[in-house]
C-alpha cells in the first residue's frame, strides 16, 4: 500500500516579531515528520468506519473529515502518545471544547470570507471601516482563545503549544494597544456625513497637497468658505505655524505630488466654487462643473486610497499568517471534539472507555482487559460480553474457531476497532488497553459477489491475500474472516495452511477467523517449522451448556462444532430426521 506523508498536515513556520514559532500540529508533535500509511478502504468498509463516523456527527463535512483524519495511520508511539494527551484534555473540559470551537469557527468565517487577508483594489474609507470590524472581531477571537486556554489545566504538549502561540500571537503583535486604537478610530458607517478636507499652499497661494482632515458624524453647517480662509488670513493668532490641527484629527498627506494637474484642478474648485447649503463646495454654473467635480473626486479618492492602502497594510501585518495557522487547527479540533462527545455520552450511559497506551512498534504485542466492539453500544452495557486477549511472542498468530453466530466475527472486528482508535488518539473501548503500533491495518472478508465475476471467489480471494500481504510488514495487524472457505475444505485448507506459515516467518499479528478446525490442530507442527519468534495459537469462542457465551479463550478447538450447529440450524442431525419423519 503507498505511503502517505503529511497530505493533511495544515503546519505552518510562524514568524511573528522577529521571532520564529515551531509549526504547530494537533495530530503531531513538533518537529516529528509522521510517516502515515493510508488505511486500506477495504479495512475501512471491513471495521464499518463510515457507520462509526456516522455516530458522532449529523454533519457530512464533519463525517469526512474525521474519516479522512483516522484513515491516516501513524505507527509511531509518540504521535500516538501526543494525540491522546491532547484528547484526554479535550474530554476533560466540556465547556473549553465548545468556547473552542465556536471561536475557531469564527476565526474560520473571518479567513474564508474575510477582506483583511485578500489583496483587493477597492480601497475606499468604507472598505478601511469595514476591514476594521473584521480586524477588531478576529482580535477578540484570539483574546478568547488566549483566555479558555489559559483558564483550564491544561496537560498536554499540543494544546499548551497552541496556547502558547496564540500568548505570542497576542502580545508580540501589541494587540491590546491596536485593540484600543480600533475603538478610536472605528465609527460606524451610518454615522459618518462629512469628510473634512486640508489643501496645502505655496507661498503663492498654490495648491500642492491635499489631505484628509478628518471624519465628521456631522454634516457640514456653516458657509462662506472662502470668506472664513480670508479670515484666518487677517487673524494672526488664527494662522497655524505648522500643520498641527488643533482639534487633534490627524492630517493624511495625499498620493499626488504638488503641481499635479488633479491637485490643482481640485483646490481650484475649493478656491472659486460657491458654497451651498451643507457648506460643501458647489461648482459654478458652467460647462466645467462636471469636470471640476471629477477632478476632486479623483483627488479625494487618489488621497484616501493610499491612506486606506497604508492602514490596511499596517492592520493586516501578521493577520494572513496567524489566520491561517489558527485556522487549519479547526479540522483537527472538530475531530478531536466530536470524538470526545461521542466518549462521553458512552461513558455517561455506563460503557467502558479508556486511554490506550502505547509501547514500543518492535514488541508486536498488545494486552487487552474488557474489550468489546463499539458496534455493540446499541445494546445495554449489561448485555455485552467483553473480552481479555493478548498478542506475545507465543500468541502472535490466533486461529479462532467456535460455534456459528458465536461472536468471532464481532471479537475479530473488536479488535481492528481497536487500533483504529487508539492509533487515532482516540480512547478505546475496553476497560484497559496496552499495545504496539501497527503500521496497517489489513482486513481479509469475504468479498461481496459482484467483485468475483472475473476471477471467481478463491481466485478473487487469493490474489487479495498475496496482495495485503505484500504490502505489510512485520508490525501489520491482520483480521482474516473466512477466508479461502469458498471451495472445498481440502483446498481451502491447502491455501490457508500455507498462508498462516507465511504470516508466521512474517512474524505479524494475525486473527483468522475459520471453520477449519484442522487447521487450528496443526498448529503444534506449524509452530515447530518457524524460528519461535512468532507462534500461533488456537482461540475458541466458547459454547455453555450448548449456549452462546461470546467469549472466546485460549483452547483446542470443539472439532466438528460448525457442522453440528448447520444441522441443528437445518434440522437434518439424525434425530431431527428422526423425529421428523416420525411425526
Request: glycine share 6%; hydrophobic share 40%; with cysteine.
Amino acid at each position: 500500500m503507498p505511503t502517505e506523508q503529511n497530505t493533511m498536515d495544515n503546519t505552518a513556520d510562524v514568524h511573528i516579531a522577529g521571532a520564529k514559532y515551531e509549526e504547530i500540529s494537533l495530530l503531531h508533535p513538533p518537529g516529528v515528520d509522521p510517516k502515515y500509511q493510508m488505511l486500506p478502504e477495504e479495512t475501512a468498509h471491513d471495521l464499518s468506519l463510515e457507520q462509526i463516523c456516522a455516530e458522532l456527527t449529523k454533519m457530512e463535512p464533519e463525517r469526512n473529515l474525521i474519516r479522512r483524519t483516522m484513515m491516516r495511520i501513524s505507527g509511531d508511539p509518540q504521535v500516538i502518545k501526543y494525540r491522546c494527551d491532547i484528547f484526554e484534555d479535550i474530554l476533560r473540559y466540556p465547556a473549553l471544547r465548545e468556547e473552542l470551537h465556536a471561536l475557531l469557527d469564527r476565526v474560520d468565517f473571518l479567513r474564508t470570507y474575510g477582506s483583511f487577508t485578500k489583496e483587493s483594489d477597492a480601497s475606499g474609507i468604507w472598505e478601511l471601516i469595514h476591514r476594521l470590524d473584521e480586524m477588531k472581531e478576529y482580535i477578540e477571537c484570539v483574546e478568547g482563545i488566549c483566555r479558555c486556554l489559559n483558564e483550564k489545566e491544561i496537560h498536554s504538549e499540543g494544546l499548551t503549544a497552541l496556547k502558547e502561540y496564540v500568548k505570542a500571537l497576542y502580545e508580540d503583535n501589541g494587540f491590546e494597544a491596536l485593540k484600543q486604537d480600533i475603538a478610536q478610530l472605528k465609527v460606524g458607517a451610518s454615522e459618518i456625513k462629512s469628510v473634512t478636507l486640508g489643501v496645502n499652499l505655496n507661498d503663492r497661494f498654490e495648491p500642492n497637497g491635499i489631505g484628509i482632515v478628518s471624519i465628521n458624524s456631522r454634516y457640514f453647517t456653516k458657509s462662506g468658505i472662502l470668506a472664513n480662509f480670508c479670515d484666518f488670513l487677517n487673524r494672526q493668532d488664527e494662522l497655524s505655524p505648522d500643520i498641527t490641527w488643533k482639534k487633534k484629527y490627524t492630517f493624511r498627506t495625499g498620493a499626488g505630488e504638488a503641481g499635479s494637474p488633479a491637485l490643482e484642478q481640485a483646490a481650484d474648485a475649493m478656491m472659486r466654487g460657491r458654497a451651498g447649503m451643507a457648506g460643501i463646495v458647489t461648482p459654478p454654473p458652467d460647462s466645467r462643473s462636471d469636470d471640476v467635480m471629477h477632478s476632486l473626486d479623483r483627488a479625494a479618492t487618489a488621497m484616501l486610497s493610499a491612506t486606506v492602502r497604508k492602514l490596511k497594510q499596517t492592520l493586516s501585518r501578521h493577520v494572513s499568517v496567524s489566520t491561517q495557522v489558527i485556522a487549519a487547527r479547526i479540522p483537527e479540533l472538530v475531530y478531536y471534539i466530536r470524538w470526545a462527545e461521542y466518549v462521553e455520552k458512552l461513558r455517561s450511559a455506563g460503557y467502558a472507555m479508556c486511554k490506550p497506551e502505547a509501547e514500543s512498534a518492535k514488541k508486536r504485542m498488545m494486552k487487552a482487559e474488557g474489550l468489546y466492539n463499539l458496534k455493540l453500544t446499541k445494546h445495554a452495557p449489561s448485555e455485552i460480553v467483553a473480552n481479555n486477549l493478548v498478542f506475545d511472542r507465543k500468541h502472535r498468530i490466533y486461529i479462532l474457531t467456535g460455534a456459528n453466530r458465536g461472536g468471532k466475527t464481532t471479537i475479530t472486528q473488536a479488535v481492528g476497532i481497536a487500533f483504529l482508535l487508539a492509533q487515532g488518539g482516540i480512547y478505546v473501548p475496553a476497560e484497559s488497553f496496552v499495545f504496539s503500533p501497527a503500521s496497517n491495518i489489513f482486513t481479509h472478508f469475504p468479498a461481496d459477489e459482484n467483485k468475483t465475476m472475473d476471477l471467481g471467489r478463491l481466485g478473487e480471494e487469493s490474489k487479495r491475500f498475496r496482495d495485503i500481504f505484500l504490502a505489510a510488514d512485520q508490525a501489520a495487524l491482520f483480521l482474516l474472516n473466512e477466508s479461502f472457505s469458498t471451495t472445498s475444505f481440502e483446498e481451502g485448507f491447502f491455501i490457508a495452511y500455507d498462508a498462516v506459515r507465511a504470516l508466521r516467518d512474517l512474524g505479524a499479528r494475525t486473527i483468522y477467523n475459520t471453520h477449519m478446525h484442522k487447521l487450528a490442530r496443526k498448529l503444534d507442527e506449524l509452530n515447530a517449522e518457524g524460528d519461535g519468534d512468532s507462534l500461533a495459537a488456537s482461540l475458541v469462542a466458547e459454547t455453555e451448556a450448548g449456549q452462546r457465551s461470546y467469549r472466546v479463550r485460549v483452547a483446542v478447538p470443539h472439532g466438528l462444532s460448525y457442522a453440528r450447529d448447520i444441522a441443528e440450524k437445518y434440522g437434518v442431525t439424525y434425530e431431527q430426521l428422526s423425529a421428523g419423519r416420525k411425526k
